[in-house]
């Protein structure tokens, strides 16, 4: 079956960095989404990786390894904004958006 | 650009009624819409996968006589939760895939549904 994990929640301190892991297995592969969710909101779009290697884009960055199966998206100077759900979603052989269940990061002063 | 839009953002109504949410993309042809439902503290639960002009693909244990779905034009597509009880509560999201891309998904402001 298709299958995406990752974290279900982690705690960050502001101005600190953060790592957020997804491991993948789905029917073929077509590039890795990472969005970001606010309470109450709609996703919003952050990246796309479909090759092997880090995407830098401002203080987010995310990385990919399509042999592993894995991916990280890594969040640099972290503000309280950036508290909210990060979704990591999958495209499979079908071109259908496989969905992790979220990571809710909790920013601390 | 790649908008998309819903309408209403939020409505409440009666155990028993009907409750159309309209999704349109505002400045790009979506041949695909995708519906989603996002109980509070879930991820989101696609329910279906629209094209345009055809009929809409079902995901498992998504009733398609409750939650009847159109997409009539390439811009908008429209979901109808029909005899609507409380257990139907959540925050229902579109989104949509548009021509010149075949991956990404342009995600709506989402509607949240209370019935009482």
């Known amino acids: 079956g298709q299958n995406i994990d990752q974290p279900t929640e982690m705690t960050a301190t502001e101005g600190a960095i953060v790592q957020i892991n997804c491991t993948y297995q789905?029917?073929?592969?077509?590039?890795l989404f990472w969005y970001q969710q606010h309470a109450g909101e709609a996703p919003t779009f952050l990246s796309y990786?479909?090759l092997d290697g880090l995407e830098e884009k401002g203080r987010f960055s995310s990385f990919l390894s399509r042999s592993k199966g894995y991916s990280y998206l890594l969040l640099k100077e972290l503000q309280m904004k950036d508290s909210a759900s990060y979704l990591c979603?999958?495209?499979?052989?079908?071109?259908?958006?496989?969905w992790g269940a979220g990571t809710k990061l909790i920013i601390k002063p | 650009g790649a908008v998309v839009s819903q309408h209403p953002s939020w409505v409440i109504c009666k155990s028993g009624t009907s409750v159309k949410i309209e999704c349109r993309s505002l400045?790009?042809?979506?041949?695909?819409m995708f519906w989603y439902r996002q109980f509070p503290k879930q991820s989101l639960m696609l329910m279906a996968t629209?094209?345009?002009?055809?009929?809409?693909?079902?995901e498992q244990g998504v009733e398609k006589d409750k939650f009847l779905i159109n997409h009539a034009s390439l811009t908008l597509s429209t979901l109808t939760v029909t005899s609507a009880h409380p257990e139907d509560s959540s925050f229902y999201i579109c989104?949509?895939?548009?021509?010149?891309?075949?991956?990404?998904?342009?995600f709506g402001p989402g509607t949240r549904l209370t019935v009482t």
């Open positions: 989104s949509a895939r548009g021509l010149a891309s075949s991956y990404e998904q342009y």
């Open positions: 400045d790009f042809q979506a041949t695909t």
């Open positions: 629209s094209n345009e002009g055809s009929k809409a693909t079902y």
């Open positions: 789905t029917s073929g592969f077509n590039g």
């Open positions: 990786n479909v």
């Open positions: 979603a999958a495209i499979d052989s079908n071109y259908q958006l496989i």
